[in-house]
């Protein structure tokens, strides 16, 4: 993956749905593992976040200050949606934004399900928009410009990540112009497992990306390949600008 490729994502991740299987406040203990993950698709698609919670190992671990206040808590997917500050915020509200505007067209199918004792397999078909797709397009834009405008190459593209809102609506316009057959559709096995008489949905990388539309897919298109060459071409003549410029001042 590319190092637009890696930033791009890593702005998505970091943003990366009521389904009926809980109530507000409550845990409904489902007693299968195909109502589980069926439960579960549906908190990820209306981006019920409590509800996920409850069925999945999505919490991984909770960080606090010197003084032992909780500061940041650590979520396998969501993680900018689960965090402990105002939800009127203006950088949950652009995640929110897109979080869901990825989700919303959201399918899965349930193929098979293997059950044992204290585990299960369950076969799913997974479908939703092509996020590969909407990510190559928008890292084509972020070098587009950086070609036009001058900077420093990462720099530059530094800056631009740095308006979160703007780019997380440079994003959303973008899905908004994708054809209706611009969609991924994968085939995964997903593991569940007994917690406690509650079966829960374990969240592998695999599965997660089967959900966000292989947003995590490695991006190596030519037509990247050739922008990122330009651009290293102009960081160093930059560069070379740069320093005979210091070799005047110095003369």
Not at 50 to 57: A, P, S, V
Not at 82 to 92: E, F, G, I, K, M
Request: charged share 25%; with cysteine.
């Amino acid at each position: 993956m590319t190092t637009a490729n890696k930033m791009i994502t890593l702005l998505l991740t970091g943003t990366l749905l009521l389904g009926g299987c809980a109530k507000k406040g409550t845990i409904t203990v489902l007693s299968t593992p195909q109502e589980t993950v069926d439960c579960v698709m549906k908190s990820i698609r209306d981006l019920d976040m409590e509800t996920l919670n409850n069925y999945t190992d999505n919490y991984v671990q909770t960080y606090h200050n010197w003084i032992g206040v909780p500061v940041e808590n650590e979520y396998r997917t969501f993680n900018e949606l689960l965090q402990p500050h105002s939800t009127n915020s203006r950088r949950y509200q652009s995640s929110y934004k897109l979080d869901q505007k990825i989700m919303e067209n959201l399918t899965w199918e349930i193929t098979d399900v293997r059950e044992e004792v204290d585990s299960a397999e369950i076969d799913m078909s997974i479908t939703n928009i092509d996020m590969s797709h909407v990510i190559e397009t928008y890292t084509v834009q972020i070098l587009d410009d950086m070609l036009e405008s001058p900077g420093i190459g990462i720099t530059q593209l530094a800056g631009s990540m740095s308006e979160l809102v703007t780019a997380k609506d440079s994003i959303i316009s973008i899905i908004n112009e994708l054809d209706d057959n611009e969609i991924y559709t994968t085939s995964i096995t997903v593991h569940a497992y007994q917690e406690n008489g509650q079966w829960k949905i374990h969240l592998t990388h695999d599965f997660i990306n089967a959900f966000s539309g292989n947003m995590y897919a490695d991006i190596d298109s030519e037509e990247i390949a050739e922008l990122e060459e330009l651009i290293d071409a102009k960081m160093n003549e930059w560069a070379e600008n740069f320093e005979n410029k210091i070799d005047h001042w110095t003369e």
